[in-house]
């Protein structure tokens, strides 16, 4: 099946710092989804971006599906955007999606 | 829009005890769930595809006899875990989608089961 890799798996940052997280995935996607799981198991949909370029606020995300990769970019990072990112991807006609193994994010003030 | 309810958030039991957790889409027809277990620090693991009116599609190792899945309606797939034993305490959460694979995922806020 399809593999997914995320980087990096850790990451410490300071409260105001921007920050670039990588999801390269190793087949055609029709399918790409970035959540964050707060420290409550919450997962936040951010978005989902089988390809192109998307905003919402602070954050943005880029997939290059012809290279294989996503990236989410946070800008000015705050504490409350602690916690784990993951990127999970669906490919061919299949519904089941893969998880990567996610990045954690701690944000100090 | 798009909105997955799932309850309860949290049980407690003894050994022993079967437990069932629902999942609801509140606002779309969902053809599909699913069903994932999260251990402490790791991602999400796939323990089922829940189709309506079908039998679930369980992931190898997964034990169909100890977790019961059922999807009876288009809004509505439950999780039992039968006669559960401390080794099956964890996180589970489930998703759900509607119409192709196209599509995105919602996710409920899971449900944290501790067994005694």
């Known amino acids: 099946g399809i593999q997914v890799e995320q980087s990096p798996p850790d990451l410490i940052l300071q409260e105001g710092a921007n920050s670039t997280l990588r999801c390269n995935f190793s087949d055609s996607v029709n399918n790409l989804q970035w959540f964050h799981q707060n420290p409550w198991g919450q997962l936040i949909n951010l978005f989902y971006?089988?390809?192109g370029t998307k905003q919402n606020g602070r954050l943005s995300a880029t997939t290059v599906a012809t290279e294989r990769y996503s990236l989410l970019y946070i800008s000015s990072s705050q504490t409350t955007d602690s916690g784990v990112y993951f990127c999970?991807?669906?490919?061919?006609?299949?519904?089941?999606?893969?998880f990567g193994r996610g990045t954690s994010l701690i944000v100090h003030p | 829009g798009a909105v997955v309810s799932q309850h309860p958030s949290r049980v407690i039991c003894k050994s022993g005890t079967s437990v069932k957790i629902e999942c609801r889409s509140l606002?779309?027809?969902?053809?599909?769930m699913f069903w994932y277990r999260q251990f402490p620090k790791q991602s999400l693991m796939l323990m089922a595809t829940s189709n309506e009116g079908s039998k679930a599609t369980y992931e190898q190792g997964v034990e169909k006899d100890k977790f019961l899945i059922n999807h009876a309606s288009l809004t509505l797939s439950t999780l039992t875990v039968t006669s559960a034993h401390p080794e099956d305490s964890s996180f589970y959460i489930c998703?759900?989608?509607?119409?192709?694979?196209?599509?995105?995922?919602?996710f409920g806020d899971g449900t944290r089961l501790s067994i005694l």
């Open positions: 971006i089988p390809s």
């Open positions: 999970a991807v669906g490919s061919g006609g299949s519904y089941i999606p893969t």
């Open positions: 606002d779309f027809q969902a053809t599909t």
């Open positions: 998703s759900a989608v509607t119409g192709s694979p196209r599509q995105p995922q919602h």
